[in-house]
């Protein structure tokens, strides 16, 4: 029982475009048998209607107008590969669901700032709405949390959900490079953006967070409710205070329940050497989800690329021709629960400390005092250079304390009271330590 | 629009099914908003009728046969418990499927031997069959390969499938201990049955491997098709040499496409310590799949236990009320190609070597000799310990080989040559090696 072609419309042929247009038609007799549907690319729409892509497209309808192509009658399926939060992608991705075509797209920012609204639309026209390139590129995490663990309940997803940063990080920490070497070498391979701004501060993880955190906890998608911190402060010393104290340091997504609200969390992080996340090198993505049922579970692959990003879009295409309904975020919109947000001030975990301390007599007991009066406790202390021949005033040693399970406010309190005391020649270096 | 609830009936209300029970009962809103479909258990089917359980079982209707559960009016999904490839379990399946009945279980060996007449069933009667417990536990592998990679051609899924053994080899390496020791004292930890056979001879795994490689390439299911080693030839030497050339031993499962075949095989595995499986330890499974578009995807996650496998029960039955069609082998059974088998004999890769040589002058010379007839090249030779005083012919030095890429068959016959030639004490060791 063959059901009639799935005819799919593509906005947006550049590197992912490109790779979806051709595994479409390469994998066209197989896709036909998984999905007992022929799935077949009948028109596209993008800037440039002769750069070359690797195969034919003078037979596909072509329109100047994603817009317009969103709503065409010759499409029964809609993809959105333009990017970009705002103009002609919100807007197509908006007609095609209003119009009731069923809609695929990889973009990120559109759901994180947009996703509720569109998912709305989407569930009151019965229209798919399925966006599994948009979170760590070939990884089916979306897939995982939303059908895959749907019997569990979910306590803490965190992951490696930026490439650039994990591959400075990786070389920093294999070479001993700083940040800015390592940005430069990322640029020139083409691992990073001339701007980077968007990787290297967190925004991109944040994104990708936000939807994970929705599909994960069944709560409002809201980007505003993170923590956003990059990796611009890391240094040499830290990922060798690391290595030396069995972590490592990633840029993570973190995202936990904490009782009723959500603690949720973009950062540098250090997770000790014996997790998956850890050993997780390069600009490869990966995910750990903390459930119920499952214990632990973890997903590595590619985070992006056009090949991978694409084989997501493909399997999004094959699920709506499969006839797979779901709830664009897992829950219907109306039964996702505010996001009672954790304020980092109220989160709970270990901190790495990197103190210069001034030289002078008294100076460690005195920060170990400040620490004391608030209840923080060590698990480990590293004076790393012990000064030679007595103490000298000019000189600042860098010490390296890790703290047990604390509260962030009553950490930040002592850190401000330490800095009042004059002990220590800059401000603290901290980075949130996730155990497991 | 709500749907009608998803009656649930199941067969066998042990470890696992009474974690069905108790998840689908604490989780009964939650799924009911992820799927659109109320789930409700209505039947059982299970020995003792009064076996503590955590819940009240007293409401549900109470089927002594299994088979008639399985047909009953009472239920619109059939879960099947029970275990066996033969029996009561295959009796059941088959008569819900008959009945039009969509069917989930997590019973491997059924499967394996009857997976094609049972997927062939379901399809004749547009009633699905769903068993992702049945690979790997916790962790969503089927899913993976019939859904989120549809777009992929895989080229070879290879993975650690049983935690008994990967435990074993896991503390075997840790504490220097032999085979003998460890099973003993898995078993003492309910690693590990009283008959290990099924467990350490590789048979278990060979199950799931052959639903996995049925999965990834569409060929037609066949467990006979499969060369299958265990694990009880591993000594702590071949840890220690392992440990030492930069590898760790795991049992894997691996199915590669090889031209038109399929190289599938079972055996204890040198993988390098810097790959994803290498890192696997203690009863936890992983696989890593390599197909054209991600190239590299790991999943790592509980392999074992009842919450774990519940976890994937219930996924499946929120795909079935969910509406999910898809064929149940990725495949219609029509559309799979004949299993091809390559011959272990044909396989090609590197292989690791231990001999237990005479310490007699010229022997390695003359090993070397054999190797060299048949163009195999070493990427390592290892003589662990060098005789102190020169040769003594009552000595017995073991030496380690690692080769280049090679034919199975050639290896095997200059090993024949060498067992010949009478230098060697001991038949030798031989363990596949898979580089990535």
């Given amino acids: 029982m063959m059901l009639a072609p799935l005819r799919v419309g593509i906005a947006g042929l550049g590197t992912v475009g490109g790779s979806v247009l051709r595994r479409l038609h390469a994998q066209r007799t197989a896709l036909g048998q998984r999905t007992g549907r022929d799935i077949v690319v009948t028109a596209v729409s993008a800037r440039d209607r002769a750069k070359p892509r ?13 817009v317009v192509l969103a709503t065409s009658d010759q499409i029964d399926l809609f993809v959105e590969l333009m990017g970009g939060s705002e ?59 939303r059908e895959g663990l749907a019997g569990n309940q979910v306590e803490r997803v965190q992951g490696i959900l930026n490439g650039t940063c994990n591959y400075i990080l990786t070389r920093m920490e294999a070479e001993g490079l700083s940040f800015g070497d390592c940005l430069v070498e990322a640029q020139r391979l083409g691992y990073a953006e001339a701007d980077p701004t968007f990787d290297v501060d967190g925004f991109d993880t944040a994104h990708k967070l936000a939807i994970l955190t929705t599909l994960a906890f069944g709560v409002a998608l809201d980007i505003e409710a993170l923590h956003i911190e990059g990796i611009r402060s890391i ?68 985070g992006a690329g056009g090949e991978a990003t ?27 629960g505010a996001a009672a947000t954790l304020p980092v001030s109220e989160h709970e975990g270990g901190f790495y400390i990197r103190l210069s301390v001034r030289d002078t007599p008294g100076a460690v007991a005195a920060i170990a005092a400040r620490m004391a009066e608030r209840s923080i406790s060590f698990e480990s202390i590293v004076q790393r250079h012990p000064p030679r021949h007595g103490p000298d005033p000019s000189d600042v040693v860098p010490v390296v304390l890790v703290t047990y399970r604390t509260v962030e406010s009553a950490l930040r309190d002592a850190l401000d009271a330490v800095v009042a005391d004059g002990y220590i020649a800059e401000l603290p270096q901290v980075i949130r330590i996730e155990r497991e």
Wanted: neutral net charge.
């Fill in 235 to 302: 240094t040499p010393a830290d990922l060798a205070a690391a290595d030396e104290l069995g972590y490592r340091i990633k840029l993570l997504g973190v995202a936990q329940r904490v009782g009723a609200r959500v603690d949720g969390r973009v950062h540098p992080t250090m997770v000790p050497k014996s997790t998956a996340l850890a050993q997780v090198g390069g600009v490869t993505n990966a995910v750990t989800i903390f459930a119920d049922a499952v214990r632990e579970l973890t997903l590595i692959g590619p």
């Fill in 310 to 336: 694409a084989s997501a879009v493909v399997a999004d295409i094959a699920d709506i021709a499969r006839g797979i309904r779901s709830a664009p975020l897992g829950l219907p919109v109306t039964a996702l």
């Fill in 87 to 145: 103009g002609p992608a919100k807007v197509a991705v908006e007609a095609a669901l209003q119009a009731g075509k069923p809609v695929v797209t990889a973009n990120k920012a559109l759901l994180a700032h947009h996703g509720m609204a569109l998912a709305e639309l989407a569930e009151a026209k019965h229209a798919a709405l399925a966006f599994e390139a948009s979170v760590a590129g070939g990884i089916p995490i979306v897939k995982t949390l």
């Fill in 54 to 66: 690797g195969m034919d497209v003078g037979a596909l309808h072509w329109f100047d107008d994603p």
